[in-house]
């Protein structure tokens, strides 16, 4: 029966573990608990993910366009920092082995 709807809940010891039981309806729909929705600050028209990852259906957050930009820029910064720090270590690195050379 489809429209019978049994919510389990265990709450963890972090402040982000929740699980509950629901029922797939006839149609393959699923309903996100209150309390998952709130926690993860989902509302109406929101867009979500949903993926097999080792046999295990998973359900996230999509991020919207802004959160997209802002983690690229922040990954774009990252590698930017690391490729003058590789730069740096390389510089050190021709002085050290022309050193070694000159001494040879």
Known sequence: MFSVRIDMYKVGIGDKMYETITVVG???????????????GLKPRDKIIVKIEDDKIIVEKSFTKKQKE?????????????????????????K???AMIDDY
């Open 26 to 40: 006839e149609r393959g729909q699923i309903t996100i608990p209150k309390t998952i929705r709130d926690l993860e």
């Open 70 to 94: 802002k983690l690229m820029v922040e990954g774009y910064k990252k590698m930017a920092k690391l490729d003058k720090e590789i730069e740096e270590e390389w510089k050190y690195a021709s």
């Open 96 to 98: 050290e082995a022309d």
